[in-house]
């Protein structure tokens, strides 16, 4: 089957405690992202990468890392998560440019304490 | 930036009964996409338009993007209680390799 797995789906933790969430595309799309849903500010991108080791910055980066060594894994860094980080975070991918559409992870809600 | 609004935030309809959702913008898009995300899942693609004027279907769901390329609408005729969902439009400029995504119409539709 066709997906965007994440993992984990649901995390708690604490500011400033290191975590990486994690994306697996089965699809071989060369576009990946990252993107964070908050109420009443809708989806934001964090990060894309258009290919392998090619990376760069969406509207909200800040306190955020992505590395893209394979095709089909993109994982999101937080160095030193902070509270205002607590949100729901979306992977997605696209065979190109996302003027097609994207296929979307089910989601990691992230808590920072 | 470019900005997506759409009308309105929430609706909440009772079935059979017929709904439209809008999606305006003052920036031109190359393709608009609308996609329905239900509780604790990410969005799935409905539908993508990239003609000004056209109109696609999906069953019950009409989707049409304005002749200019602003604006666009989901249509959804004698609507479902599996219509309830959270609805997402989202445009591309030119071959920009980022999505625009409006704030949502959160729908639901009760027996």
């Known amino acids: 089957e066709a997906q965007v797995t994440q993992n984990p789906r649901y995390l708690i933790t604490v500011t400033g405690k290191k975590l990486t969430v994690t994306c697996s595309q089965n699809?071989?799309?060369?576009?990946m992202s990252w993107y964070r849903q908050d109420p009443g500010l809708g989806l934001r991108q964090i990060y894309y990468?258009?290919?392998?080791?090619?990376?760069d910055k969406g509207d909200v980066p800040e306190g955020y890392k992505v590395s893209r060594k394979e095709k089909r894994n993109f994982p999101l860094i937080l160095e030193s998560p902070s509270p205002n980080q607590t949100s729901l975070y979306f992977c997605?991918?696209?065979?190109?440019?996302?003027?097609?559409?994207?296929?979307f992870g089910s989601g990691t809600r992230l808590t920072v304490v | 930036t470019q900005l997506l609004e759409q009308s309105p935030q929430f609706l909440s309809i009772q079935e059979g009964e017929n709904l439209t959702v809008y999606c305006n913008s003052s920036?031109?898009?190359?393709?608009l996409q609308w996609y329905r995300q239900e509780p604790g899942e990410g969005p799935v693609l409905l539908v993508t338009?990239?003609?000004?004027?056209e109109v696609k279907k999906l069953k019950r769901l009409t989707f049409q993007f304005g002749d200019a390329r602003k604006d666009s609408s989901l249509h959804i005729t004698a609507a479902q209680p599996g219509d309830t969902g959270l609805y997402l439009c989202?445009?591309?400029?030119?071959?920009?390799?980022?999505?625009?995504f409006g704030t949502g119409t959160r729908l639901q539709v009760t027996l």
């Open positions: 997605a991918s696209s065979f190109g440019v996302p003027n097609y559409g994207y296929t």
């Open positions: 699809m071989n799309h060369e576009y």
């Open positions: 990468s258009m290919n392998v080791e090619v990376t």
């Open positions: 920036s031109v898009f190359s393709s």
């Open positions: 338009v990239v003609t000004g004027g």
């Open positions: 989202a445009g591309a400029a030119g071959t920009a390799s980022k999505l625009t």
